[in-house]
Structure formats: structure tokens, C-alpha cells
Nanobody, 126 residues
Framework: QVQLVESGGGLVQAGDSLRLSCEAS????????MGWFRQAPGKEREFVAA???????????DYADSVKDRFTVSRDNAGNTLYLQMNGLKPDDTAVYYC????????????????WGRGTQVTVSS
């Protein structure tokens, strides 16, 4: 069982930066693929980024095209924490951001993730 708690959301202006954090419970955090998803009002939940576990503190990362070169996902396995550094924020990035975990490989498919946090709101004004 993995419990996830996101933090770091807020109201910012276009062009600003935010760093989201996701603290995970459980001793097997390092073996899980961790993902970030977001959901804007009236839209489906969409993939943002993922960090697969390889071993130690080494991991692969994957990004949605819409955030590539602006967002960076990272993980601290010793601290059981996943991060999402978001730079150059745009109004289109406004959404609730969710952290998710799966024992499987990294995927953009939300249905593949077994554990979810409650989300943190990010609002970007123009």
C-alpha cells in the first residue's frame, strides 16, 4: 500500500515557476514508477510526466509534449519524495495536479497507476 500527498500548488502569473512535491509512505517507494497527471475543469485527466525506478537513485523520465522543456520530474528515493519543477507556466497549465504510483513500467495511461494522491491546485493567470 502506498499513500501519496501532494503539495506546492498555488496561484501564479504566466511565466512564473512552481515546484510540486509528492510525499509517499511505504518502504518500497524506490521500486515504483511515479507519475504526475493533471486535470483541468471539464477535461479528462492527462499525463504530465513520469519517473521510472531503475535502481539506487537512477531513473528514466518521460514527459508529455505539452510540458517537455518546461517541466522537470525528479525523485528522491531516500526521502520518499517525487518532485515536479514547473517553469515558464502558461494559463493552459491550470489544473489539479495529481501524483500517482505503479509497480509497473512508466506509462501515460492513468488506468495503469494503482495509487493516487488527492491533488494540488495550480492556477496560472495571464
Amino acid at each position: 500500500q502506498v499513500q501519496l500527498v501532494e503539495s506546492g500548488g498555488g496561484l501564479v502569473q504566466a511565466g512564473d515557476s512552481l515546484r510540486l512535491s509528492c510525499e509517499a509512505s511505504g518502504r518500497t517507494f524506490g521500486s515504483y514508477t511515479m507519475g504526475w497527471f493533471r486535470q483541468a475543469p471539464g477535461k479528462e485527466r492527462e499525463f504530465v510526466a513520469a519517473a521510472s525506478a531503475i535502481g539506487g537513485n537512477t531513473y528514466y523520465t518521460d514527459y508529455a509534449d505539452s510540458v517537455k522543456d518546461r517541466f522537470t520530474v525528479s525523485r528522491d528515493n531516500a526521502g520518499n519524495t517525487l518532485y515536479l519543477q514547473m517553469n515558464g507556466l502558461k494559463p493552459d497549465d491550470t489544473a489539479v495536479y495529481y501524483c500517482a504510483a505503479t509497480p509497473g513500467m512508466a506509462t501515460f495511461r492513468a488506468i495503469a497507476y494503482d495509487y493516487w494522491g488527492r491533488g494540488t491546485q495550480v492556477t496560472v493567470s495571464s
